[in-house]
């Protein structure tokens, strides 16, 4: 039996952990051996042919994210990570030229099914010159050190020192302020990963073997009759243009234009990730279109309105690819993207000219939204996991943690209420471990100030409620879905009603509309409505921490509680409500809102 059909006999069989890591560096040294023979000899032996037979990823799992995997989905993806980064990173330190690496990787991705031969070429071809450079300055680099920081998981743990340290956090007693309780609110909009597409074709092909469909030139591949709403589309497609330009102008109509006062909005949110999911083909050229076009428009509709705007995963070129400030290649750096950023937000006087340091430093910023209310928001897109600036400056990029603990720690001396805008969600796993830790931490300390955290990223209607080690709530964050329908979801956006004082949020509306409707009628603007109040939908009195509390508990033992939170999850949508889920099936969603420093979430899981 080969080493690749053992590991996947010994997982079949469940064995001792230790066993199956075993075999495991096993499969990785034989891999390592055959990889390296065919690229000496350019001619694949058998167990090279066996070995990528095992190894080969169903097509049915090229766009599921890799750090989702367990079990043998897991082994296999690690088997794949360490030992052509093995290779190739050694090849590379013998004077391979980036030619002959992209010319081998392309190869390889093809022959492992990772994606097809053009997905393959494009995506390694953009992002090769940041992995090159970043190995090329790290003499020390390992490719077990990179597989860490991508999967982190029991295959591929993250070992590295370089990997563990800390933010200097004041260590004082909090300071608290007065909460007054008002009857007078605030009305404030999210929008949330809008993910416009400029190639996207009504009518085109909207199942097709690229990771993001519904794109110009991809309809002579349409072999399943399947093709593009002029709205949207429930497969793997992004947003049209006239769907973003709708979804702004509803906003204005719904909650601005009318007369009656308690509609108006205060603030809009505006969470990121405007580019498309086309990441293989972005261009730097492209981005900068989109981006410029897609500010336009929300300046235009929210016109005198102050609009507070970070930056998705998606916005940089290659994506993901937050290059540290010290970076200054032209070809490497994002400070085409913090420049450009900075400019815009400030020109359309959404934000003062003070922010512009720390957006040039890194993207994120601070304002002194009114006397006693500061709002944060940050760019935590550098802890993503398929940001590989991580290899290269592991340790707090670009002093970013460092600078909300002081900020937050200079709010509390000046008595200022906090919101905290964030794209990845707190305690998100997309988001490296060390970096997701000093955050809870960062957060745990200021919990009496920061009112309430916002954020998107992964376009599902839910919550991240915070637990403090005493087993209370201290924090909430809140998710605003998507304006894009990728994947299997209706377009959304939400209101929250905000006290006017201490800034805690009291309520929200959230809004969408059903894409098979809207679609059935193309010459009609969707039908948008209100889809629920959150204290409605769950019977529940305010939105204190207890009250949360109390909730939370019922979610896990309420069957019908449950799946209305399961629903409104994936916001109504029938594609992703077809498959049965019973209570067992959906208690992971539970464990889901739990965000925590403790064992919370580890005991939440447990108890399933």
Request: proline letters at 4%; a negative charge.
């Amino acid at each position: 039996m080969r080493f690749c059909e053992l590991l996947f006999f010994a997982l079949l069989l469940t064995i001792a952990k230790s066993d199956v890591i075993n075999y495991t560096n096993d499969v990785i040294s034989r891999f390592t051996h055959e990889i390296n023979n065919w690229v000496q000899t350019q001619e694949e032996s058998e167990e090279f042919r066996q070995l990528i037979h095992s190894l080969t990823l169903p097509t049915s799992l090229q766009r599921d994210d890799w750090r989702s995997f367990v079990g043998e989905k897991s082994a296999t993806v690690c088997i794949i990570c360490q030992s052509v980064l093995k290779v190739f990173i050694n090849y590379r330190r013998q004077g391979m030229s980036a030619e002959k690496i992209r010319s081998l990787v392309i190869k390889l991705c093809t022959l492992m099914n990772l994606e097809n031969e053009r997905v393959c070429d494009s995506a390694i071809t953009i992002n090769l010159p940041v992995i090159l450079y970043i190995i090329d300055s790290k003499p020390n680099l390992a490719g077990s050190t990179i597989c860490g920081v991508i999967l982190e998981s029991q295959f591929c743990p993250l070992n590295d020192t370089e990997f563990n340290w800390t933010v200097n956090i004041d260590n004082g007693p909090p300071k608290l302020i007065d909460i007054e309780e008002n009857d007078e609110t605030i009305n404030i909009v999210q929008i949330t990963d809008i993910h416009y597409d400029p190639n996207y074709e009504p009518y085109g092909n909207s199942y097709c073997d690229d990771p993001t469909c519904c794109r110009k030139g991809q309809n002579n591949t349409n072999t399943s009759g399947k093709v593009a709403g002029y709205w949207g589309d429930y497969n793997y497609c992004d947003s049209p243009w006239h769907t973003v330009v709708d979804v702004l102008d509803h906003i204005r109509t719904q909650h601005q234009e009318r007369k009656n006062h308690c509609h108006n909005i205060s603030y809009v949110y505006m969470t990121g990730d405007i580019i498309d999911h086309g990441v293989w083909e972005t261009t730097l050229e492209g981005n900068i279109k989109s981006l410029n076009k897609t500010y336009h428009q929300i300046h235009e509709t929210f016109i005198n309105i102050p609009v507070y705007p970070i930056l998705g995963n998606h916005e940089p070129h290659p994506a993901n690819q937050y290059a540290p400030k010290a970076i200054t290649n032209e070809e490497l750096s994002t400070q085409w993207l913090y420049k450009m950023v900075s400019d815009l937000w400030i020109d359309f006087e959404w934000l003062p000219e003070s922010t512009r340091t720390t957006i040039l430093q890194g993207g994120y910023y601070t304002v002194l939204s009114k006397k006693g209310f500061r709002i944060i928001a940050l760019n935590n897109n550098v802890c993503y996991s398929y940001n590989w600036w991580l290899w290269y400056q592991p340790q707090d990029p670009d002093g970013q943690l460092q600078w909300l603990a002081d900020t937050l720690l200079q709010a509390e001396k000046n008595k200022e209420f906090v919101h905290i805008l964030g794209h990845i969600p707190p305690d998100d796993r997309d988001c490296q471990a060390t970096w997701r830790r000093e955050y809870l931490k960062i957060i745990n300390r200021y919990a009496h100030i920061i009112r309430a955290e916002f954020n998107g990223h992964t376009h599902n209607d839910e919550l991240r409620l915070h637990y403090s080690v005493d087993d209370k709530i201290n924090n909430v964050a809140w998710n605003g879905g998507s304006a894009t329908t990728y994947q299997n979801l209706n377009s959304n956006y939400k209101l929250y009603i905000v006290d006017s004082k201490n800034y805690a949020v009291k309520d929200f509306e959230n809004w969408t509309y059903n894409l098979t409707l809207a679609n059935a009628n193309p010459n009609q603007r969707p039908l948008w409505y209100k889809s629920y109040s959150f204290k409605e939908e769950y019977g529940i009195s305010d939105l204190t921490y207890d009250s949360l509390h109390t909730w939370l508990h019922e979610l896990a033992n309420n069957e019908n509680l449950l799946k209305r939170y399961y629903r409104n999850f994936f916001k109504h949508t029938d594609p992703s409500l077809r498959k049965e889920c019973d209570m067992q099936c959906m208690k992971p969603y539970v464990c889901r809102i739990i965000a925590s420093l403790g064992n919370h979430k580890t005991k939440c899981i447990s108890n399933q």
